[in-house]
C-alpha cells in the first residue's frame, strides 16, 4: 500500500511517499529557514503563506522521486497537530481536497506519534512494547509505546522543550535561529567541563525541566561576557565552552532520565527521535548508555529525525490499515495530545 504523507505543522512544507509503512519512495523537505532566520524565530503568518506556495510542488517532487502517479496512490496521510494553526490547515485542506477528488482514503496523524514511528523506516526497528523519547523544537516527552494506538505518556517537560532550549540559548548568544546544530558542532570544539550548569533532575519524576539552565546560561553571559553594547563577547572561546557545557547538561539529563524510565518500566528497547535526536553527542552517550544497561537503542537517521512527511505516512500506514479514517470535516488543532 503506497501512502502519501503531507507534514505542514511548523514551517517545514513536507510530503513523502512510503510503500507499506516502512519503505520510503520518497522524502521531500522544502525548508523555510532563509524566511524566518531574520526575525530570529519561526513568524507563523509567513510560514503559512509559503506553505500555500510550496504544497503543490513539494507534492509533485515527491510523487515524481517515488516513480508513481496520483491515481496511484491508495491513501493520505496528513498531520492534524500539534504545530501552528494557519500551516497545519494548508496541509490538511490540500489532503482532503485530494482524496474527495481521488477517493481515496485519509488519515490523520498527531506529529508526536509520527516523530515515534519514524524509527520503522529504518532497516532496523524496535518490537513492542518499547520507550520512546521524542525531542523536538516543541515537546520533550517520555512514552511507553505499547504497540499501534496504546500510547502512554511517562513524562514531559514542565517549561520549554529541550529544542527550544537550544534555540534560546543561541538566540542570546546571538548564534541565530535554528540554535540546535550551531550548538551543537561549536560545543564539539568546547570544554563540556568548563561550566558548571545545573541539571532539573525533578527526584521521582520522569518530567523534565529545562528552563532554569536556560537563565543560568543567560546570567553566565551577562556576568562574564557581555560588552558594553551588552552583546556576547568571544574573546577566548567562551561560546564553544558555552556551548558545550550547555550540552552536556541537556544531554546528561535525557540519557539520565530514559535509564530511569527502563528501569521503572522493565523495557530494554527504547527509540530516540525528534530534531535534538540529530544531535551528535546525544546519538553518542544514548548508544553508549544502551550498551552499557544492554538495552537495544533505535536512533533514525538525521533527515529522519528533523520534521518530515514519510514519519506522518508511515504512522498513516497503521491507520489506514486499521480502518481508522479521517473524514472531510477534519479540522487540524493547535494543541493535540497523543
Ligand atoms: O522535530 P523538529 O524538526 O521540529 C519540531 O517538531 O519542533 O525539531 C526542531 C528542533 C529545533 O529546536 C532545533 O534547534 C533542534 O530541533 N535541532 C537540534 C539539532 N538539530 C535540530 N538540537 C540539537 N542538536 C542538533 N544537531
Ligand atoms: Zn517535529
Known amino acids: 500500500m503506497r501512502i502519501l504523507g503531507i507534514d505542514t505543522s511548523c514551517d517545514d512544507t513536507s510530503a513523502a511517499v512510503v510503500e507499506d509503512g516502512r519503505r520510503m519512495l520518497s522524502n521531500i523537505v522544502s525548508s523555510q529557514t532563509a524566511i524566518h532566520k531574520k526575525y530570529g524565530g519561526i513568524v507563523p503568518e509567513l510560514a503559512s503563506r509559503r506553505h500555500v506556495e510550496m504544497i503543490w510542488p513539494v507534492v509533485d517532487e515527491a510523487l515524481k522521486e517515488a516513480g508513481i502517479r496520483l491515481d496511484n496512490l491508495e491513501g493520505i496521510a496528513v498531520c492534524n497537530g500539534p504545530g501552528l494553526i494557519g500551516s497545519l490547515l494548508v496541509g490538511s485542506s490540500f489532503a482532503k481536497a485530494l482524496c474527495y ?61 529541550a529544542g527550544e532550549a537550544y534555540d534560546k540559548v543561541s ?19 568546547g570544554n563540556p567541563q568548563a561550566i558548571e550548569f545545573p541539571r532539573a533532575y525533578l527526584p521521582e519524576s520522569l518530567d523534565f525541566s529545562f528552563s532554569g539552565l536556560k537563565t543560568a546560561v543567560l546570567n553566565y553571559v551577562k556576568k562574564f561576557m557581555t560588552d558594553r553594547e551588552g552583546r556576547p563577547t568571544n574573546e577566548s572561546g567562551e561560546l564553544q565552552d558555552i556551548s558545550a557545557s550547555f550540552q ?91
Open 171 to 189: 538566540k542570546l548568544l546571538g548564534l541565530g535561529y535554528p540554535g540546535g546544530p550551531v550548538i551543537d558542532s561549536l560545543a564539539q570544539k
Open 248 to 338: 552536556r547538561a541537556v544531554v546528561d539529563v535525557l540519557v539520565r532520565k530514559t535509564e530511569w524510565a527502563i528501569r521503572r518500566e522493565g523495557i530494554r528497547r527504547v527509540s530516540l527521535s525528534g530534531g535534538v535526536a540529530a544531535n551528535s553527542e546525544l546519538r553518542k552517550r544514548m548508544r553508549i548508555m544502551g550498551e552499557k544497561r544492554e538495552v537495544e537503542i533505535f536512533i533514525p537517521s538525521l533527515a529522519l529525525c528533523t520534521d518530515n512527511a514519510a514519519m506522518i505516512a508511515a504512522a498513516g500506514y497503521h491507520h489506514i490499515m486499521s480502518l481508522d479514517t479521517a473524514g472531510l470535516d477534519l479540522n487540524p488543532k493547535a494543541y493535540l495530545p497523543l
Open 101 to 161: 477528488s481521488k477517493g481515496i482514503p485519509l488519515a490523520a496523524v498527531n506529529h508526536l506519534e509520527g516523530h515515534v514511528f519514524s524509527v520503522f523506516l529504518e532497516e532496523t526497528s524496535p518490537g513492542f512494547p518499547f520507550l520512546a523519547l521524542i525531542v523536538s523544537g516543541g515537546h520533550t516527552s517520555l512514552y511507553r509505546i505499547e504497540e499501534f494506538g496504546r500510547y502512554r505518556e511517562l513524562g514531559r517537560t514542565r517549561d520549554d522543550a
